[in-house]
């Protein structure tokens, strides 16, 4: 859908706040806490943006760009070609990042992964639950969204690296707390050190988001052909080793939305019928995965050699 950049605010260093609105005026569609845009920017991948604003303010959207030192084209394209009264083309809003219920959270953020977490401030406060965040950056000057954030008082911690060092993720979650749930989203070696910290904390504690998908050894799934059934056809296709599943839909002519390919942004999510997934995603949680009710893809296989899918 075509929407209206409303303003281009600069919120740090390297850091623009992009409002965007309907040309008609009328309402946006709902969204929660967690929940990105897709930017489909001219000559430039599409890229995933964290909704930063109030999920209740239906008039408008608010994303959080930092302008990547190597970008590819979407970050530059905001920061230097985008201006107020510009169409811009969007999908979504998607969300693979939901903050669940729970009486207790602890929120880690990195440098622009502050912006998915600042809507679920506001919705722990307002259910009334305790809370804590600790946010790193490089430095004081480069960290967005800070003049909001003061309104928490002793709840935030703000860190910059250059005064601060690393993340004291030690103090932080070194102690495994009952009924708290801890969501992080930042750069990967930060999510590593979070997930490290995590290992003796409950299963499902904790929740990520990732801007990349990390290193991944190649699977033994891999190894071997795949047959996809098409249940709403009958349809039957042959997947090779080295071709994706989504290779292979997108070969014999099946629409698929796809976007990032990296297993990240949850846009290639197809229905499981049959068959038990191999799941190489960074957005389903453990339960979903269990489930084998749906899949990425663009990067999931099999754990057998056939899969029926609901498509």
Partial sequence: MPLVVRSLTLEAA??????LVDPDGEPLPGWEPGAHLDLRLPGAPTRQYSLCGDPS????YRLGVL???????????VHDVLRPGDLVEVTGPRNHFRLEPAPAYVFVA?????????PMLAD????GADWTLLYGGRSAASMAFTAELAAYGERVRLWPQDTHGLLDLD??????????LVYACGPEPL???????????????????RF???????????DQSLELVLADSGRMLQVPPEQSVLDALLEAGVEVVHDCREGICGSCEVKVVEGEVDHRDHVLSEAERAAHGCMMVCVSRACGRRLVLGL
């Fill in 171 to 180: 103090a932080l979650l070194g102690s495994p707390r009952a009924g708290t």
């Fill in 124 to 127: 722990a406060t307002a259910a």
């Fill in 191 to 209: 999510l590593t050190a979070v997930e490290q910290r995590m290992a003796r904390w409950p299963a499902g504690a904790l929740h990520l988001e």
């Fill in 14 to 19: 390297g850091v623009l706040a992009v409002e």
């Fill in 212 to 222: 990349a998908a990390p290193a991944t050894e190649r699977g033994p799934a891999d």
């Fill in 67 to 77: 302008r990547e030192p190597e970008s590819r084209g979407g970050s530059a394209y």
């Fill in 57 to 60: 303010d239906r008039s408008r």
């Fill in 110 to 118: 990195g440098g622009i992964g502050i912006t998915p977490i600042l």
